[in-house]
């Protein structure tokens, strides 16, 4: 079992470049595939950016590709979000996940069994 906790959120003004992190417990964080998530006051859960065990691959939603970036190092078992060019729509608590089996493509959001309690990441326009 994984547990994960978020950093790296906070009040930020328009076409800012905060990075999340999340950190990671146990030692098989290498077998992880890893997301990011979202959810703003009102509106459902959305994925944001996926990656695979190796970080071989990646995946974005639409509103975030060019501005966002996924990455993880697996020595530190840690995953990052870079985002670039921040929008007060991207105002939401930002949340990291993890799934023990391989995710290939755009996964859904079900299809991660382990959730960090979340930061808020605030847009200031």
């Known amino acids: 079992q994984v547990q994960l906790v978020e950093f790296g959120g906070g009040l930020v003004p328009a076409g800012g470049s905060p990075r999340l992190s999340c950190a990671a417990s146990?030692?098989?964080?290498?077998?992880?595939?890893l997301g990011w998530s979202r959810q703003a006051p009102g509106n459902v859960r959305e994925f944001v950016a996926s990656i695979t065990r190796s970080g071989g691959s990646t995946n974005y939603r639409d509103s975030v590709k060019g501005r966002f970036t996924i990455s993880r190092d697996n020595a530190k078992n840690t995953v990052y979000l870079q985002m670039n060019s921040l929008k007060p729509e991207d105002t939401a608590v930002y949340l990291c996940?993890?799934?023990?089996?391989?995710?290939?493509?755009?996964?859904?959001?079900?299809?991660?069994?382990?959730w960090g309690q979340g930061t808020q990441v605030t847009v200031s326009s």
């Open positions: 996940a993890a799934s023990f089996t391989e995710l290939i493509g755009r996964p859904a959001l079900n299809d991660y069994g382990y």
């Open positions: 146990g030692p098989t964080f290498s077998r992880y595939a």
